[in-house]
């Protein structure tokens, strides 16, 4: 069975970067599936962020996508997002998770996401941008 677990800083200043990773274990990210970023701010619903595939191509959010980027190292089974010049507002639960590739258009069109689209879900790691 696959396991997600995110890692990375929990506390950020605004301007900063933030740099997320996620450690996937019982299965390859080589493997016919989507590797997405999904975070959940204070109070309010899920929200799609990006995603790689199993052949490395990425796919933003729309609302993202000049800030984010997804990258992946193989040889670790790991895949990381960074997210530029963050505000207050990117505070958040971020999770990464694992889901089919028809979920993708959906999620770029903007559907908003639902935990049963995914899979596979790490515990979610808590970023705050505070000064």
């Known amino acids: 069975q696959v396991q997600l677990q995110e890692s990375g800083p929990g506390l950020l200043k605004p301007s900063q970067t933030l740099s997320l990773t996620c450690t996937v274990s019982?299965?390859?990210?080589?493997?016919?599936?989507?590797w997405n970023w999904i975070r959940q701010p204070p109070g309010k619903g899920l929200e799609w962020m990006g995603v790689?595939?199993?052949?490395?191509?990425?796919y933003y959010s729309p609302s993202l996508k000049s800030r984010a980027s997804i990258s992946r190292d193989t040889s670790k089974n790991q895949f990381s997002l960074h997210l530029n010049s963050v505000t207050p507002e990117d505070t958040a639960v971020y999770y990464c998770a694992r889901g089919d590739l028809k979920t993708i258009t959906p999620m770029i069109r903007g559907r908003r996401p639902e935990k049963a689209d995914f899979s596979s879900w790490g515990q979610g790691t808590q970023v705050t941008v505070s000064s």
């Open positions: 790689i595939v199993f052949d490395g191509r990425t």
């Open positions: 019982g299965g390859s990210i080589t493997t016919t599936y989507s």
